[in-house]
């Protein structure tokens, strides 16, 4: 992917202050291109917070603000305002900025899940943005090269009709009681903030997605078991879910914080009536192909096999050399920034979108019904 040599979209970003992990991510990811400069923010609830993470990013005084409402209000004013921007809040403060920002006018890059409620997600859904201004959600799996292959295998026919998905995210950083301090724990295991899904809002939503984004196949039903194996936890560290897709194609998901020995294992293994592919978040340039009866393939990045165009989207670096998370998070932002730019047509089907994280919001809430329900089968929606 070759460098922008344009004028950088001005961002904005709200939350991601001192301490916190994603908001890093998102300005490296912004940076990587060349595509976006940072010029403003609300980077905590906490004003002194705010100020202080402002100034450590070197923004400028009149840009760093203490209320995201008044950010959309006096930068959409100005002239030289944001274009964009990020939210990277807990989940409980998705909903109220991306609609602020979306009805200033300013396009919305915003972490997931989408919301912390279903209601939320519905009435996000229905804010008419001013002046056409575009959303993208980072579930950023999707911007891996190897993702976007898989994708165009299933749809190409390479596998035939698809039998069985098996998708998986394993950490253990939530084995035992977080620290008081830990900060990152503390609202992923408050409902409050996170909503009605623990280890399924913040790590089971990607798996879905992932297996939803590559396999085309739309969700006809969810049989859930949640669970939350450290005394006193509000919120489910582990999620075992069966799934029932349109068409006939099963599917297994499991997402757990307990599993001792593993770090982020996210993995996907799709079969199809002539083949299967099989990939790893923790080796993302090596993807197995297998058609029935013969060897397997070992399927590369930017490799000798023919590959399909929206494959090679987001390669930036010749075979051989790695590109992993922080690289597929980069492919998301350069990618809308062409859309918002009015050049990235193609790009429009392969990011994230906000009617994904209203499915991903029906996702969560299906199988936490389901667990309260003795794992019924529950619709999605």
């Known amino acids: 992917m070759a460098k922008n040599t344009r004028r950088p979209i001005r961002l904005g970003m709200v939350g991601g202050g001192t301490g916190a992990f994603i908001g890093a991510v998102h300005r490296i990811a912004s940076r990587l291109d060349g595509d976006y400069q940072l010029v403003a923010g609300a980077l905590s609830s906490r004003p002194e917070v705010a100020k202080q993470s402002g100034a450590e990013l070197g923004l400028a005084e009149d ?12 930068e959409a004013g100005r002239e030289d305002g944001i274009e964009a921007v990020a939210i990277v809040t807990p989940n409980h403060m998705h909903f109220a900025p991306a609609k602020a920002f979306l009805e200033a006018g300013i396009h919305v890059i915003c972490d997931k899940p989408l919301t912390a409620s279903l209601e939320d997600a519905y009435a996000l859904q229905k804010v008419q943005p001013k002046n056409g201004a575009k959303f993208l959600l980072t579930h950023n799996y999707t911007g891996f090269p190897l ?4 994708r165009e295998l299933v749809r190409s026919g390479a596998l035939g009709k698809i039998r069985v998905v098996q998708v998986e995210y394993p950490q253990d950083w939530l084995a035992v009681p977080a620290a008081e301090d830990n900060k990152q724990a503390a609202w992923r295991t408050d409902p409050a903030k996170s909503g009605a899904g623990g280890a399924i ?45 349109q068409g006939g194609a099963k599917g297994m998901l499991w997402a757990s914080q307990v599993a001792v020995g593993c770090e982020n294992g996210l993995q996907l293994r799709v079969y199809g009536e002539k083949a299967g592919i099989e990939w790893r978040q923790d080796n993302p340039n090596y993807m ?11 399927l590369t990045r930017g490799g000798a096999i023919d590959t399909p165009p929206a494959a090679a989207m ?23 920034a062409a859309i ?42």
């Open 288 to 298: 197995w192909f297998s058609e029935f009866g013969k060897p397997r393939q070992l």
């Open 147 to 150: 993702i976007r292959q898989a």
């Open 340 to 381: 918002i730019r009015g050049e990235g047509a193609e790009f429009e089907g392969l990011l994230p979108t906000l009617d994904d994280g209203v499915e991903g919001m029906e996702f969560i809430m299906a199988a936490v019904k389901s667990s309260q329900d003795d794992s019924r089968w529950t619709k999605l929606g």
């Open 201 to 245: 809002g913040d790590i089971g939503t990607h798996a879905y997605n992932l297996a939803r984004y590559v396999t085309g196949l739309k969700t006809a039903a969810v049989a859930a078991d949640l669970d939350a194996f450290v005394p006193g936890r509000p919120l489910d560290d582990n999620v075992n879910i069966m799934l029932r897709f």
């Open 314 to 336: 987001g390669v930036r670096i010749p075979a051989g050399h790695p590109e992993g998370y922080l690289e597929a998070f980069a492919t998301l932002y350069s990618q809308f």
């Open 63 to 74: 840009r760093i603000y203490t209320d995201f409402e008044d950010m959309a209000r006096v």
